[in-house]
């Protein structure tokens, strides 16, 4: 990375608030986020009025930037809601618009007052002439359809304006419709994915015999055929030197229906790739532990998407694969005392792993776990129940525990 190069930003998802502190704590450099009308994830939380003032004043606290997607494709009957959810972001102090719709666009730009707009990959940006128009028309940013290659990228940023920034996916799941553009799940289930109501047909299996409902019949990948629709998950950590040499600006974490696992661990490990090409380029290499963080959390197969070529993107099922649960969150520590929130039950003594924001996993031995009293505990059986543990070390507040699961017992819940 050369003098003139901007170290690109960390975009992390936060489907509610929880997902948004544990985005910010592990390092994002900014979030987004909907409210619970135009927003492209109806199956998460989202927010209300009150809680986007809230979600900003801690962003901004911990100086990290608010995206607010309002990146559906509305009908008529939905523009009646959109000066009300303007200007709700407008008081809560938002960043910039995610948009997809060019009257929604016009309307931000003629009622906000400059708060930048970005265009969302839902419009299908795939080329230069198209980036520059919607600039001059007063984009500050285009996300750029998933479905470009590196080489096409690289062309779009040399001929474009260096103020428009480009935002890309990194690392998530993809869909099977150009940049997201799809019809199946309203022609078979009257959910508009174009409107934040996908029910994901792309990831059903399909060929069933009627009369042998077990039997299962699957279409593989090969040269001259496909099992038709389901996408593996996009994963790019490898690849952080040729996405930075590209002119991104910004590198974009999809999961706003993931867990608060998922935003923190994914998020960690860009953000700790990011750093450690920004101090020293020359020599880059990604450490192995870095590397394999996005292993430790529930994924389908992990794919380069279209960056390097037309990818092999369907897998056989839509199972995830996943070797870690979360076990707890850390909220403080006293002295020698750990004091934690529960989130799977699990027994001591074991060994567990501890992630804190900014750093490597370490390997924890707890031999005894207290409930508030003081008393000693064998498991920590309930949900979100208190109880802390004792250790050397002092994990910061937000720390995640982990524990690598048994093939051989039952699952965990997440």
Not at 33 to 57: D, I, P, W
Not at 146 to 175: D, Y
Not at 187 to 214: H, I, K, S
Not at 335 to 356: D, H, M, Y
């Amino acid at each position: 990375m050369n003098s003139n190069t901007k170290k690109p930003e960390i975009l992390a998802p936060a489907g509610d608030a929880e997902k948004l502190r544990f985005s910010v704590l592990f390092g994002a450099d900014a979030v987004y986020l909907g409210l619970q009308a135009f927003s492209m994830r109806t199956s998460t939380q989202n927010f209300t009025g009150e809680e986007l003032k809230a979600a900003v004043n801690f962003a901004h606290e911990h100086k990290v930037k608010v995206y607010l997607a309002l990146n559906t494709l509305p009908r008529n009957a939905d523009l009646g809601s959109l000066p009300g959810c303007v200007e709700l972001a407008k008081e809560a102090g938002i960043d910039a618009f995610i948009v997809a719709d060019l009257g929604v666009f016009s309307f931000i730009k003629q009622h906000t007052n400059g708060i930048d707009i970005h265009v969302s990959t839902q419009m299908g940006i795939v080329n230069s002439a198209a980036a520059n128009e919607l600039f001059k028309m007063g984009a500050n940013r285009i996300i750029l359809a998933r479905e470009l290659s590196m080489e096409e990228i690289k062309e779009i940023r040399k001929k474009t304006p260096n103020e428009l920034e480009l935002e890309v996916f990194v690392h998530g799941a993809m869909c099977m419709a150009f940049s997201g553009r799809c019809l199946l799940s309203t022609f078979m289930t009257g959910r508009d994915a174009n409107r934040g109501e996908c029910a994901q047909p792309c990831r059903w299996a399909y060929l069933v015999e009627q009369t042998r409902p077990e039997q299962v019949f699957e279409l593989q990948e090969t040269r001259s055929g496909s099992y038709i629709f389901n996408s593996r998950d996009l994963c790019m950590i490898n690849h952080i030197p040729e996405l930075i040499d590209a002119g991104i600006n910004s590198f974009k974490i999809e999961g706003r229906a993931k867990s608060f696992y998922y935003c923190a661990v994914i998020t960690n490990a860009y953000r700790q790739a990011v750093d450690l090409f920004a101090h020293n380029p020359v020599n880059f290499n990604l450490p192995e532990p870095i590397h394999n963080e996005v292993y430790k959390v529930s994924h389908r197969e992990y794919s380069t998407g279209f960056y390097f070529g037309t990818p092999g993107q369907t897998i056989k099922n839509g199972g995830y694969v996943r070797e870690y649960d979360v076990v707890a969150t850390v909220e403080s520590c006293n002295g020698s005392v750990v004091n934690c929130i529960q989130r799977n039950k699990f027994t001591a003594p074991t060994n567990l792993e501890l992630l804190e924001p900014g750093a490597l996993p370490l390997q924890l031995r707890i031999e005894r776990l207290f409930d508030e009293a003081g008393d000693e505990l064998n498991s920590v059986p309930h949900a979100m129940m208190k109880f802390s543990f004792r250790t050397d070390i002092q994990p910061k507040a937000g720390s995640i525990l982990r524990k690598k699961i048994d093939p051989s017992a039952p699952q965990l819940q997440t």
